[in-house]
């Protein structure tokens, strides 16, 4: 009887299930969109019940229409949009709030306030390798307990991992990983606990907190037809790719081209800080030992190729833009899709979208070429930035995400970058990264096994001349300059 390995993928707008065989192949998906919740303007939430309905019901679904049985499963992987919150009762497990999602911007005005007091802010820095943004989520945890009279001794919280595991475990099992932990600005990424004066300043108590586990470990099991299943791997989204990419050394980097691009440098056991707004993040723990990682991310990526699709309507649908590219022989347009400012390494919310070196010939297919390359350019800036903070300099970019299918785009990143990019056979790094932790423990796979299992589709080698490609990006960082600034 075949063996599988079940990966969970709760993201931010749906629940996935995905089959895994030995190979490592996605033998099947199941797929549930759920409710994205808007109250106020910036508020984003999510039922948590829902979240459930939709995870379980994928599951079973995944189960039932493959007729896998319960004795097939060697053990289950959860990834996670990373961030969001749930705080519940322990005792009825019933959630006292909606959860607060990673985009909910409603404690930006808590996060100003700390960001002014330098001392707590440094600390925050050094401590937990984050930012102080209401991205994160310990001041979303703080706004909830400040809404509830509950007594707190009832309360627990956690990430969407910890969610999970709870409710699949019948709540006998309150955990996380290393690499969910780490983005909630309360753990302390350099002595691995839960930091004493962060909790305390943002009102949690003790016994509200998951206990914090390695990625790849027994979290608990799921009971299905009187069989216990481990739940062996647990990661939040952007590292499970990472691990999923087999970015297993230090000095190996994926960048992941959605909506917004997340690039995450693998960089070994001590951890980078910067200087210039790039994260240091947990990428995983694996037998006790820690692995790193620096994280910079581009907020508009994807979401410029929809915006030529909904606002402009110039294309039908983001494929269309290879196609229209190839009706172009030359780079002069430039666009800057700053529509929310800014980030890494620019740094600036007053920064508008601009569109620079319109001539009286430039058409549609000109301003989607344009678009198309600004993603290839801001992930360059995030990429020198990288190797600059990290003192590491990187071979070659593994990439995913869906704008990774626009292989003009991946052609124009490896001359922007004058680095191979490698992309992926299969394209559910995300899910197969959880899979991966999952296997890992229980001895379904081996370390080597995972390094041999990675399956390159396709290498886009560098191909421009060096003048051409520098005077490219030499035009691009003017354009930047050029929008900076806008609103003040
Ligand atoms: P997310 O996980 O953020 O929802 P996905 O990884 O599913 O994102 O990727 C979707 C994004 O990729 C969309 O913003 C879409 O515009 C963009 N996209 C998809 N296919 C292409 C393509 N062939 N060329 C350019 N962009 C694309």
């Known amino acids: 009887m075949d063996k599988y390995i079940i990966a969970l993928d709760q993201g931010t707008t749906s629940s996935r299930a995905i089959l895994f065989n030995k190979k490592a192949e996605s033998v099947a998906v199941k797929q549930k969109e759920f409710t994205q919740i808007y109250p106020k303007p910036g508020w984003v939430e999510h039922d948590p019940n829902e979240i459930l309905r939709t995870q379980f019901e994928v599951l079973d679904e995944l189960l039932r229409e493959n007729a896998v049985k319960a004795e097939q499963i060697e053990a289950i992987g959860i990834t996670n949009q990373r961030e969001t919150i749930v705080v519940w009762d322990k005792h009825t497990g019933k959630p006292i709030y909606n959860a607060i999602v990673w985009q909910d911007a409603r404690t930006s005005k808590a996060c100003q306030t700390i960001r002014k007091d330098l001392e707590l802010s440094n600390y925050i820095n050094d401590q937990t390798g984050l930012v102080v943004d209401s991205y994160f ?40 990983d290393y690499s969910n932990a780490s983005r909630t600005m309360l753990f302390n990424i350099h002595s691995l606990e839960w930091d004493e004066r962060l909790i305390d300043y943002f009102g949690v108590a003790k016994e509200m907190l998951p206990e914090v586990k390695n990625s790849s470990d027994v979290f608990g099991y799921y009971e299905l037809d009187d069989i216990q299943i481990p739940i062996t791997g647990i990661a939040g989204d952007q590292q499970a790719a990472l691990f999923g990419q087999g970015c297993f050394e230090k000095g190996q980097a994926k960048n992941t081209y959605g909506t917004g691009c997340f690039m995450l440098m693998n960089t070994g056991e001590i951890p980078k800080s910067s200087k210039k707004g790039l994260l240091t993040t947990i990428a995983w723990g694996i037998h006790g030992k820690v692995n790193y990682a620096l994280e910079g991310s581009v907020f508009i990526a994807g979401a410029a190729i929809q915006w030529l699709r909904d606002e402009l309507q110039i294309i039908e649908k983001a494929e269309d833009s290879e196609k229209m590219i190839a009706e172009v022989s030359t780079d002069e347009i430039y666009v800057v899709p700053a529509f929310v400012g800014l980030g890494a390494p620019h740094w600036d919310e007053d920064a508008r979208g601009t569109v620079f070196g319109l001539t009286r010939d430039a058409g549609k297919n000109h301003l989607v070429k344009g678009t198309v390359n600004s993603l290839a350019f801001q992930a360059r800036d995030i990429f020198d930035l990288m190797e600059k903070e990290s003192g590491i300099e990187l071979k070659e970019l593994a990439v995913d995400g869906g704008a990774s299918q626009n292989n003009y785009l991946m052609q124009f990143q490896a001359d922007i970058l004058n680095k191979d990019i490698v992309k992926p056979l299969n394209h559910e790094t995300t899910a197969l990264g959880a899979a991966f932790l999952a296997g890992l423990h229980t001895g379904f796979w081996t370390k080597e096994d995972l390094v041999a299992l990675k399956q390159q589709g396709r290498t886009f080698t560098p191909q421009m001349p060096a003048d051409v490609r520098e005077e490219k990006y030499k035009r691009w960082k003017k354009a930047v300059n050029l929008s900076k600034g806008w609103l003040s």
Request: charge should be negative; proline fraction near 0%; charged fraction near 20%.
């Open 137 to 176: 989520s310990a001041t979303k945890i703080q706004w909830i307990l400040n809404q509830t009279d509950e007594d707190k001794e009832n309360l627990i919280f956690g990430t969407i991992d910890t969610w999970l595991l709870w409710n699949l475990t019948k709540g006998k099992s309150h955990a996380t």
